[in-house]
């Protein structure tokens, strides 16, 4: 899933892409997905709260491994329904070189809610 740089934009453009870090409180399983995928509760903290993802990271992690991890995702896309659940922030990855997500995370401890910049 790689390829050439998008279209260049204006830094105000960046800025309306809300992108925070969120601790994982729970993952389950969605047996209701059309692709293997967990169904996220995350915490973003006092200013957002408590959110749901559905994220497609069955390959490289385990429900064990994401409870408790930190994790960036968009938190101002409008919700998505995903079959029978409401996807309400989009959790960030990579691909790695077979196409699997690679979640996006933070090297050093930070509080839960901060916006990336």
């Known amino acids: 899933m790689s390829g050439p740089a998008a279209a260049p934009i204006g830094f105000d453009d960046f800025m309306k892409v809300d992108v925070r870090v969120g601790q994982v409180l729970s ?4 047996p209701e ?3 293997p995928a967990f169904k996220l509760t995350i915490d973003f903290g006092p200013a957002l709260g408590v959110k749901k993802s ?8 385990t ?3 994401l409870v408790g991890r930190k994790v960036a995702a968009v ?6 329904q995903i079959g029978p659940f409401m996807s309400e922030v989009l959790t960030l990855g990579f691909p790695d070189e077979a196409g699997k997500v690679v979640l996006v995370g933070v ?4 509080p839960v809610g901060g ?3």
Do not use: C, G, M, W
């Open 54 to 61: 559905s994220a497609q990271i069955t390959e490289h992690y």
């Open 75 to 80: 938190v101002n896309f409008p919700p998505r």
């Open 27 to 30: 993952a389950d399983d969605f």
């Open 107 to 110: 090297d050093r401890e930070v």
């Open 115 to 117: 916006r990336l910049f």
């Open 33 to 35: 997905a059309r692709k």
């Open 63 to 65: 429900r064990d491994q």
